[in-house]
């Protein structure tokens, strides 16, 4: 069992998100750990009583959508200095590995 460390960035230079999160597995599929960290943000806004302006947020349709916007190109993911293109690609996660969601920004006028 080891940490794995979420990182959230976007083209403009700007990081945040660093949050960490115990995976029991030393491999997994990036499809399973989107999936993961999706569930774990919304029970994370359950937990803390915060509601989403539609109501609650449902984890599995949540997930859907961001697999659905990592298929579109909507952002991509570094695990270490690797891009990883294809969510069934099974990842080994060492304890200290640190996953980069670069979520992509439309050019003004493009």
């Known amino acids: 069992m080891g940490m ?5 960035e976007t ?3 700007g990081r945040a998100g660093g949050c960490e999160v115990e995976v029991a597995e030393e491999r997994l599929a990036l499809g399973e750990l989107i999936r993961r960290r999706v569930v774990r943000e919304v029970a994370g806004r359950r937990a803390a009583g915060l509601v989403e302006p539609a109501g609650q947020p449902d984890a599995e349709q949540q997930a859907e959508l961001a697999l659905t916007a990592f298929r579109r190109g909507g952002f991509l993911v570094l695990v270490g ?3 990883v293109t294809e969510l069934d690609e099974v990842l080994d996660l060492p304890p200290g590995t640190e996953v980069t969601f670069l979520r ?3 050019l003004a006028g493009g």
Do not use: I, P, W, Y
Request: charged letters at 20%; glycine letters at 8%; zero cysteines.
């Open 81 to 83: 200095d690797r891009q």
């Open 104 to 106: 992509l920004v439309a």
């Open 4 to 8: 794995v460390a979420f990182v959230d």
């Open 11 to 13: 083209t403009f230079g």
